[in-house]
C-alpha cells in the first residue's frame, strides 16, 4: 500500500521570497510521485513529476523537487514566490493508482 | 488540444433526490477516473474505467453510487439517493493508457455538488 504525508496544511510567504511545501510518501514499491496545483474554482494543473529518472524534477512555473529515498521525502521549492502562485498543492504517489495528500494551501502575502 | 470537459460545473439539490455529472475525457484517452473530493481534502479515487470496462470501484459506495461509460468515450456519475455527506467536488480525469505508474492523469474543473 501506498500513502503520502504533506507535513503543513498552511504555508504563507512573501512575493519573492522561496517557498518548500513538504511531503513524505510510504510505499512499498518504487513510487511515481507528482505534484498538482490546483486555482479556486480551477480543475487540477500537474506541476511536475519522477518517475524514477533523474531524482530532481523541474516543472512548470519555475517549481521544482527532489525525490531523495533515504528520507522518502518529495519536496517541492521555488526560489521566488509570485502573486499568482497563491493555490492549494497536492503531493501524489502513484504505484498502481494515485493517492493524493491532504493538501497544503500557499498564500503569498504582497 | 481540448481539455476534459465536465458538466454541470454546480449543483444544489436536497437529499435523498437524486443528481447526474457528465464528463468527457481528452481524444484518445482510453482511461477515465472519477473522483471525490471533499472540502479540506485531496481527491479519494471512487472508479476508474479502462475503455469501457471498471478497472477499480473499490471505493465507490455502490448502494448509491454508480457510473458508467458506455461506449468507451463520455462517462456519467450518478448519486441516488443524495446525502449530505455527498456534498463535494466530483472531479473527472483521464490519461492515455492504463494507470500504471508514472501515467499521468488530465483533471477536468469539477462539479461542486451541494447537498441540503
Known amino acids: 500500500a501506498q500513502s503520502v504525508t504533506q507535513l503543513d496544511s498552511h504555508v504563507s510567504v512573501s512575493e519573492g521570497t522561496p517557498v518548500l511545501l513538504r511531503c513524505n510518501y510510504s510505499?512499498?514499491?518504487?513510487?511515481?510521485l507528482f505534484w498538482y496545483v490546483q486555482h479556486p474554482n480551477k480543475g487540477l494543473q500537474l506541476l511536475l513529476k519522477y518517475t524514477s529518472a533523474a531524482t530532481l524534477v523541474k516543472g512548470i512555473n519555475g517549481f521544482e523537487a527532489e525525490f531523495k529515498k533515504s528520507e522518502t521525502s518529495f519536496h517541492l521549492t521555488k526560489p521566488s514566490a509570485h502573486m499568482s502562485d497563491a493555490a492549494e498543492y497536492f503531493c501524489v504517489v502513484s504505484v498502481n493508482d494515485m493517492r493524493f495528500g491532504a493538501g497544503t494551501r500557499l498564500t503569498v502575502k504582497p | 488540444e481540448a481539455g476534459v470537459a465536465q458538466s454541470p460545473r454546480y449543483k444544489i439539490i436536497e437529499k435523498r433526490q437524486s443528481v447526474a455529472f457528465w464528463c468527457n475525457p481528452i481524444s484518445g484517452h482510453a482511461t477515465l477516473y472519477w473522483y471525490q473530493q471533499i472540502l479540506g481534502q485531496g481527491p479519494k479515487l471512487l472508479i476508474q474505467f479502462q475503455n469501457n470496462g471498471v478497472v477499480d470501484d473499490s471505493q465507490l459506495p455502490k448502494d448509491r453510487f454508480s457510473a458508467e461509460r458506455l461506449k468507451g468515450v463520455d462517462s456519467t456519475l450518478k448519486i441516488q439517493p443524495a446525502k449530505l455527506e455527498d456534498s463535494a467536488v466530483y472531479l473527472c480525469?483521464?490519461?492515455?493508457?492504463?494507470?500504471?505508474?508514472?501515467?499521468?492523469?488530465?483533471f477536468g474543473p469539477g462539479t461542486r455538488l451541494l447537498v441540503l
Open positions: 480525469a483521464s490519461s492515455l493508457t492504463s494507470a500504471g505508474r508514472g501515467e499521468t492523469q488530465y
Open positions: 510505499s512499498s514499491y518504487s513510487p511515481s
